[in-house]
């Protein structure tokens, strides 16, 4: 699935030509080619996969996998930044509306009707932090329907392209699988277990583990204690944390070459976008 086309479509994102965009993907196989990507030498750089005209840009989708990163191309912020600070809030709510929206409902090869994406988020207020301290996260997250991966790329003239079996890759998806064993677990499923309404989250398996241990849980500690886990539920104890003065940065343990090496493997693997 392809937001950048669509907000290309929607006339807020524009591309230099498709000269200029035939030399970014001739560059861009050239360097892989040769072993020499550095695609990653800034976060949000697109410019290998899109020509874009920051000039006439007021928001792309810069980073894409499991979500779509979608920035604002903001005054102040952005080096090319066009979108005054004072349109930023209502700029942003109307794209969360359009994607939202009619216009991002299509039929899947079976003919049903789907939406695009499931939920599109402020990601201020998703993670209850302040932009100022985080300026940097994307402006808005894309949460694509489970049937749907987000590519940064634009592809042929529809947002959404159906690939057979054979040509599918692999990505990554929110739910993920729990299992538990060990003295202690309960052994039969619940009513819920069964009926697939037990619900758990990354953040849990913290708290939950020390509970098994026998351990306190600070009292700042994300998550909760599974105690459906456990055919006896485990007696909960919590800690205040401590309040101390942060630790000093650990010092850096790679070398700026072999940090560059790191980096380049990881992209060629296709874990940094």
Known sequence: MQPNLLLKQWGYLALRGRGAQKATRGRHLWARLRGRTKRFKRVGDIEHDLAVDFSKTRAGVMHAGMAGFL????EGRQPTGIVKPTDYEALRDELRDRLLG???HVRDPEGNEIQLFTAVHKTDELYGCS???QPWMPDLLLIPHESLAVVRKIRG?????WLSY???EGTHRPDGILVAAGPGIRQTPTVEERHGSLRAHIVDCAPTILAMLGLPVPDDMEGRVI???FAK????QTVAASRGAAAPPAEETYSEEELQKVTERLSDLGYLE
């Open 71 to 74: 920035y604002i191309n903001l």
């Open 102 to 104: 009619k216009e991002c």
């Open 131 to 133: 932009r100022k301290d």
């Open 157 to 161: 003239r529809r947002a959404v392209r």
């Open 166 to 168: 054979r040509r599918l």
């Open 227 to 229: 105690t459906e886990l």
């Open 233 to 236: 539920p485990p007696d909960v």
